[in-house]
């Protein structure tokens, strides 16, 4: 008899689902490239690129990219509907967080 996953989590005792949904809330919150967090977001290429004002094959040609100007990224992310903030952490100081160039604001946490 085949079982679904949601079957398969239902039937583990409570502490291990919970482990198991804890972790999925971290991969989650993880997201591996710019395509998984548009995909996240339920947006397809042709509407991020209605939002940013260029054609979906531009959209492809970012997400396909190993190194994203910091100015993309921002645009991108805003397109999504989010923002975008650059944490910096250091040995033996708390959170630094960027918010322009030459500019840098502390943190509270992290």
Do not use: W, Y
């Not at 999925?24 to 042709?46: C, I, K, P, S, Y």
């Not at 970012?62 to 805003?78: A, G, K, N, P």
């Not at 040995?91 to 500019?103: E, F, K, M, Q, Y």
């Amino acid at each position: 008899m085949t079982r679904t996953l949601d079957e398969v989590i239902n039937a583990l005792p409570a502490a291990q689902r919970a482990q198991v949904e804890a972790r999925t809330l971290e991969l989650v919150q993880e997201v591996e490239g710019l395509r998984a967090l548009r995909q996240l977001l339920g947006l397809t290429q042709e509407e991020l690129g209605d939002r940013l004002g260029i054609k979906q094959p531009s959209v492809h040609k970012i997400e396909r990219q190993t190194d994203v100007q910091l100015s993309t990224l921002r645009r991108f992310v805003e397109a999504a509907g989010g923002s975008l903030e650059l944490i910096i952490r250091l040995p033996d100081t708390g959170p630094i967080r960027l918010v322009g160039l030459g500019s840098v604001v502390a943190t509270d946490g992290g």
